[in-house]
Nanobody, 120 residues
Framework: QVQPVESGGGLVQPGGSLRLSCATSRFNLENYAIGWFRQAPRERREGVACIDKFNKATYYPDSVKERFTISRDNAKNTAYLQMNSLKPDDTAVYYC?????????????WGQGTQVTVSP
């Protein structure tokens, strides 16, 4: 598949952690900017983390700053989103996106999403 594939979602209690993975066999993620997005029911999609093509800069909105960390393992051609101190408000479908631009405003390749549910 051309699109990246997310994995690692699931049900977790508040305060818990999850690590999402984003992988593809069709292109080298090392040469792409990576973004993680989420969309909750009846809500707009929001970006929660991004890293530029050259691994020089990351961005997190205030809602997840110091709780979420984006990273990549080039040897495994996989990007990750480490999510700590999860809250019920973090419940959403999480999507990975990739783009060959340095710091894209729009991403070319999107995964199908993985559900994250934070509940007691």
């Amino acid at each position: 598949q051309v699109q990246p594939v997310e994995s690692g979602g699931g049900l977790v209690q508040p305060g818990g952690s999850l690590r999402l993975s984003c992988a593809t066999s069709r292109f080298n993620l090392e040469n792409y900017a990576i973004g993680w997005f989420r969309q909750a029911p009846r809500e707009r999609r929001e970006g929660v983390a991004c890293i530029d093509k050259f691994n020089k800069a990351t961005y997190y909105p205030d809602s997840v700053k110091e709780r979420f960390t984006i990273s990549r393992d080039n040897a495994k051609n996989t990007a990750y989103l480490q999510m700590n101190s999860l809250k019920p408000d973090d419940t959403a479908v999480y999507y990975c996106a990739a783009d060959p631009s340095w710091q894209p405003t729009n991403y070319d390749y999107w995964g199908q999403g993985t559900q994250v549910t934070v509940s007691p």
